[in-house]
């Protein structure tokens, strides 16, 4: 049974930045694709970042590119989203998941509980 475990999250100011981690245990880390959703009150879960399991290659939503990075350690098996230039609109439960191959872009099939970012204006 995979088990997923975010943690990082907070409330900041806009502009200010935050770093989410996520760390995995029961399955196999390195050769899988690790992904960040988020899911703002009243929208649904939409995907922020994933990085592939074997290449280390990276895809972002538009609305964070550039301003946020997705990063793994599998030495440690965690995952890393770090967080810059926050906006209001970043507000969201953040949620961590864990792919069924290697291809940044999924599919998702594990999910951790979720963190909150909240970012004040």
């Known amino acids: 049974q995979v088990q997923l475990v975010e943690s990082g999250g907070g409330l900041v100011q806009a502009g200010g930045s935050l770093r989410l981690s996520c760390a995995a245990s029961?399955?196999?880390?390195?050769?899988?694709?690790m992904g960040w959703f988020r899911q703002a009150p009243g929208k649904e879960r939409e995907f922020v970042a994933g990085?592939?399991?074997?290449?280390?290659?990276?895809g972002y939503a538009d609305a964070v590119k550039v301003r946020f990075t997705i990063s793994r350690d599998n030495a440690k098996n965690t995952v890393y989203l770090q967080m810059n230039s926050l906006k209001p609109e970043d507000t969201a439960v953040y949620y961590c998941?864990?792919?069924?191959?290697?291809?940044?872009?999924?599919?998702?099939?594990?999910w951790g509980q979720g963190t909150q970012v909240t970012v004040s204006s």
């Open positions: 998941a864990g792919g069924r191959g290697n291809r940044w872009y999924g599919p998702f099939d594990y």
């Open positions: 990085i592939s399991g074997s290449f280390g290659a990276t």
């Open positions: 029961g399955r196999t880390f390195s050769s899988t694709a």
